[in-house]
C-alpha cells in the first residue's frame, strides 16, 4: 500500500460538550412531588402513633427524584472534530464512541415545550454495527451544536476519504 493514499493522522480537539437538560424529566417529577404531597397529606391525617413512620414514605419519591437526577447528570456527550462520546453510568461507567465519518443523517427538532426552554434534540441515523441511532435530547443550542456536528462529519468524511452510497432496493437492490 502507499503512504501517499493514508490519510494524515490530525489532532482530534473537543468542539462540544453537555448534558440532557433536566427538563426532559418534568413530568416524573411532578409525580415525585405529587406522591410526596400524599405521603405528607396522609401522614397528617393518620393517628399520631404511624404519623413518623408514615413520614418515612417521603423517603420513597425523594430517592426517586434522586436517582433520575444523578443518572441524566452522570451521562455526558462530547462532540470532537472525529468521534461522539457518550458517557454513561453513575458506579459503572460506558464509553460509547461514534466515529463521525460513519453519521449518514441528522436531524432536529424541538417539540414546544423544549422550544420555550431554548433547548432541542438531536437525532443521529449512523451506519455503526452497535448504535445506528443516536439520540441527543433536550440540549442547549441545538442549532449550534447541530452545524457543528455537520461541519465535524463532512471534514471527517473528506480527511478519510469516505463517502456515503445510495442505493434503491425497490430495484432488486441494485445500486442506481
Same mark, same amino acid.
Given at each position: 500500500? $502507499? ?16 448534558? @440532557? ?13 405529587? %406522591? ?18 408514615s413520614f418515612l414514605g417521603l423517603l ?11 443518572? @441524566? ?5 462530547? %462532540? ?10 453513575? %458506579? $459503572?461507567?460506558? *464509553? ?17 415545550? *423544549?422550544?420555550?426552554?431554548? *433547548?432541542? $434534540? ?26 457543528m456536528l455537520r461541519a465535524a462529519v ?23
Open positions: 500500500m $502507499n503512504s501517499e493514499s493514508i490519510p494524515p493522522p490530525a489532532a482530534e480537539t473537543s468542539l462540544w460538550k453537555g448534558h @440532557t437538560s433536566q427538563w426532559v424529566h418534568f413530568w416524573f417529577y411532578f409525580f415525585c412531588v405529587i %406522591l410526596a404531597g400524599g405521603i405528607g397529606f396522609a401522614a397528617t391525617v393518620t393517628a399520631p402513633v404511624t404519623a413518623g413512620l420513597v419519591p425523594l430517592l426517586m427524584w434522586v436517582i433520575r437526577w444523578w443518572v @441524566t447528570k452522570c451521562t455526558s456527550y462530547e %462532540l470532537t472534530t472525529q468521534r461522539l462520546k457518550k458517557a454513561s453510568g453513575i %458506579l $459503572n461507567r460506558k *464509553l460509547d464512541e461514534l466515529e463521525l465519518f460513519r453519521v449518514k443523517d441528522y436531524a432536529m427538532d424541538q417539540p414546544l415545550f *423544549l422550544r420555550l426552554l431554548g *433547548l432541542g $434534540n438531536l437525532t443521529l441515523i449512523t451506519s455503526d454495527a452497535t448504535t445506528p441511532q443516536v439520540f441527543i435530547k433536550a440540549i442547549p443550542e441545538v442549532e449550534k451544536v447541530r452545524e463532512q471534514t471527517e468524511r473528506d480527511r478519510k476519504r469516505v463517502r456515503e452510497m445510495d442505493v434503491d432496493h425497490n430495484d432488486g437492490g441494485r445500486a442506481i
